[in-house]
């Protein structure tokens, strides 16, 4: 069954997991511009993308609209619960779904994925027991490396390289 929505954790999968605070108590994150690239691409293929993270940052508010995510979730405690309500509202089967994720609150949702994910320096113990360990890490081409999978497994990647004149 084809991918339709793709879930994205943001420390150590959009971000390389390190926050960084500014003299004047800003939060500063570095995403990767080729994970980036990838997203968008997906949207514009006509997929479904959202963010769902424990934490609240005005730089997730400001990366997902650059990159057309119109579902975004912060601060969320259950994250399974709330993929589970997304689900629900998008009349989406959890069989078409792929979820990235790196850490121990992010079980619940690789869990119930069509498709799990992890990057390459994700917690051991979530490494283990997704259906697809990455090649490379949060915030150095990880997302990337997935939704290329993704396209390549549901026969897109020639479409995928047409948004660009290639191919």
Same mark, same amino acid.
């Given at each position: 069954?084809?991918?339709?929505?793709?879930?994205?954790?943001?420390?150590?999968?959009?971000?390389?997991?390190? *926050?960084?605070?500014?003299?004047a108590?800003?939060e500063?994150?570095? @995403?990767?511009?080729k994970?980036?690239?990838? *997203?968008?691409?997906?949207?514009?293929?006509?997929? !479904?993308?959202?963010?769902?993270?424990?934490?609240?940052? !005005? *730089?997730?508010?400001?990366r997902?609209? &650059?990159?057309?995510?119109v579902?975004?979730y912060?601060?969320?405690?259950?994250?399974? &619960?709330?993929? !589970?309500?997304?689900?629900? &509202?998008?009349?989406?089967?959890?069989?078409?779904?792929?979820? *990235?994720?790196?850490?121990?609150?992010?079980?619940?949702m690789?869990?119930?994925a069509?498709?799990?994910?992890?990057?390459?320096?994700?917690?051991?113990?979530?490494r283990?027991?997704v259906?697809?360990?990455?090649?490379?890490?949060?915030?150095r081409g990880?997302?990337? !490396?997935?939704?290329?999978?993704?396209?390549?497994?549901?026969?897109l990647?020639?479409? @995928?390289l047409?948004?660009w004149s290639?191919?």
């Amino acid at each position: 069954m084809a991918t339709r929505l793709i879930v994205l954790d943001v420390d150590g999968c959009l971000t390389d997991g390190r *926050i960084v605070y500014g003299n004047a108590g800003e939060e500063l994150k570095a @995403f990767d511009v080729k994970d980036g690239l990838a *997203i968008a691409s997906w949207i514009r293929l006509g997929r !479904e993308a959202t963010i769902i993270t424990g934490r609240r940052s !005005e *730089i997730v508010t400001r990366r997902a609209e &650059e990159l057309g995510i119109v579902h975004l979730y912060q601060g969320v405690r259950n994250k399974r &619960e709330r993929l !589970e309500n997304l689900l629900e &509202e998008l009349k989406i089967d959890a069989s078409e779904i792929a979820v *990235i994720g790196d850490d121990l609150n992010d079980y619940g949702m690789l869990a119930m994925a069509g498709r799990s994910y992890a990057p390459a320096d994700a917690v051991a113990w979530i490494r283990q027991r997704v259906d697809h360990p990455l090649r490379h890490s949060g915030g150095r081409g990880a997302v990337r !490396e997935m939704i290329e999978d993704l396209l390549d497994r549901d026969g897109l990647y020639e479409t @995928f390289l047409s948004l660009w004149s290639i191919g």
